[in-house]
């Protein structure tokens, strides 16, 4: 039976408490403080808690908010979870690490709070489901941050339309340009700064397994790069998933599958090559990860290129089509206007949780077909490796962790 889920008015107000919508953010790192600006610009939101392990980032964001009326009930956290049980919240932002993405997900949705998780999704495909599973018991709006669906001058949604109109034919192959697949994290120990307590340090870990401190996972203060955490398999993907959560994820909803995925996963001959593994469809449609241009759609009549700054095709005629009413498709102001709308209006998102664990989950399958360097069999149905190989790739849906790790310091 879903839970109870908060509701609001087209103004931000919650009818169901006659409030505005009490938001709390987890984590402050430089993708979140990007959020929260514009978090902050949408009506009827009022900041309730900012949940960041570090000192000095939760002091920066509590220092952002204080001086806006919408931040005026705004109180800091060092841990998340406490946040959940203590904020009286309607909904949350989740700009953590990856590794730190299902436990508060999953969390948030038991109690009926709605959910923007920054992508991927997940970690792990187990913890993809999870989510996706959660999300859909709790009927909370759920919106993950695959913003192409929505920006970058909606070259990617213009682009999936004409894919799906058949403007191009039949798709053959799509080709995806992102990074490398993830590595095991093998950092040396640096001992823990003076401002960072053993306590907040496990904080950071959470689910993840137990390891030394170093700062090129959590740098210490407010800073303006994107840490290296993403490269390691232990919190992320890798450059695959980092990037390939947003252009796989419009491969997937111009194909129309945003509820499935391959069933094939087939690396490069090269043992050493970290580019040219395949994933295969049912129908026969190849998925081609490779590093020279961010979608290209190539069907039996033409191709069409789609990136952050252009749109191509094999005709500059066809990007002027009209399609039909069933290719068509949503045109929100913005991916977090989007989710709040969804909100007030008792609706599903643009990125649905379903959709982002099946593109988590077409990065996490590339991963493992370089990681092990075999074919491999997927049932996108089961969510489950079969045949040759299938038990070392089983073994690799999740990721060695901390699985009595409740949600608080150990």
């Given at each position: 039976?879903?839970?109870?889920?908060?509701?609001?008015?087209?103004?931000?107000?919650?009818?169901?408490?006659?409030?505005?919508?009490?938001?709390?953010?987890?984590?402050?790192?430089?993708?979140?403080?990007?959020?929260?600006?514009?978090?902050?610009?949408?009506?009827?939101?009022?900041?309730?808690?900012?949940?960041?392990?570090?000192?000095?980032?939760?002091?920066?964001?509590?220092?952002?908010?204080?001086?806006?009326?919408?931040?005026?009930?705004?109180?800091?956290?060092?841990?998340?979870?406490?946040?959940?049980?203590?904020?009286?919240?309607?909904?949350?932002?989740?700009?953590?690490?990856?590794?730190?993405?299902?436990?508060?997900?999953?969390?948030?949705?038991?109690?009926?709070?709605?959910v923007y998780c920054e992508k991927p999704l997940s970690r792990t495909i187990v913890e993809g489901r999870g989510i996706?599973?959660?999300?859909?018991?709790?009927?909370?709006?759920?919106?993950?941050?695959?913003?192409?669906?929505?920006?970058?001058?909606?070259?990617?949604?213009?682009?999936?339309?004409?894919?799906?109109?058949?403007?191009?034919?039949?798709?053959?192959?799509?080709?995806?340009?992102?990074?490398?697949?993830?590595?095991?994290?093998?950092?040396?120990?640096?001992?823990?700064?003076?401002?960072?307590?053993?306590?907040?340090?496990?904080?950071?870990?959470g689910p993840a397994s137990k390891r030394a401190f170093h700062s090129d996972l959590c740098p210490i203060g407010v800073h303006d790069r994107y840490p290296a955490w993403r490269k390691y398999r232990e919190f992320a993907g890798g450059g695959l998933a980092d990037m390939g959560a947003h252009h796989f994820d419009i491969a997937q909803w111009a194909l129309r599958r945003d509820d499935t995925g391959p069933t094939r996963v087939l690396p490069p001959d090269d043992p050493e090559a970290l580019r040219g593994l395949r994933l295969i469809y049912a129908d026969g449609v190849e998925m081609i990860h490779e590093g020279s241009v961010d979608c290209r759609f190539e069907g039996t009549d033409g191709w069409i290129e789609a990136g952050r700054g252009y749109l191509r095709a094999s005709d500059p005629l066809l990007l002027e089509a009209t399609v039909s009413d069933g290719a068509g498709l949503p045109r929100p102001a913005d991916h977090i206007t989007d989710w709040v709308e969804a909100i007030r209006e008792g609706r599903g998102t643009i990125a649905p949780a379903e959709a982002g664990h099946r593109t988590a989950t077409l990065c996490q399958l590339a991963a493992i077909g370089y990681e092990l360097r075999k074919p491999l069999t997927w049932n996108p149905d089961r969510e489950w490796f079969e045949g040759d190989h299938a038990p070392a790739a089983n073994d690799r849906r999740s990721r060695p962790g901390r699985i009595e790790w409740t949600g608080h310091g150990s």
């Open positions: 039976m879903p839970l109870p889920s908060a509701r609001a008015g087209r103004d931000g107000i919650n009818r169901s408490t006659g409030r505005p919508l009490r938001f709390g953010v987890f984590g402050y790192g430089i993708r979140s403080r990007n959020l929260l600006d514009r978090f902050m610009q949408q009506p009827g939101i009022r900041l309730v808690g900012i949940a960041e392990i570090e000192p000095d980032r939760l002091a920066a964001g509590m220092k952002r908010v204080g001086g806006d009326s919408r931040g005026m009930l705004c109180r800091g956290y060092d841990d998340g979870m406490t946040m959940l049980e203590e904020a009286d919240l309607d909904a949350v932002m989740i700009g953590t690490p990856d590794h730190w993405h299902a436990v508060p997900a999953i969390e948030s949705c038991r109690r009926g709070i709605h996706a599973d959660a999300a859909r018991e709790s009927g909370v709006v759920f919106q993950v941050g695959s913003q192409q669906r929505s920006e970058f001058g909606r070259h990617f949604a213009r682009a999936a339309e004409l894919v799906r109109d058949g403007a191009i034919g039949d798709v053959e192959k799509v080709r995806i340009g992102v990074g490398d697949p993830p590595v095991p994290c093998e950092l040396p120990e640096e001992p823990l700064p003076g401002s960072m307590s053993p306590e907040a340090w496990d904080r950071w870990l």
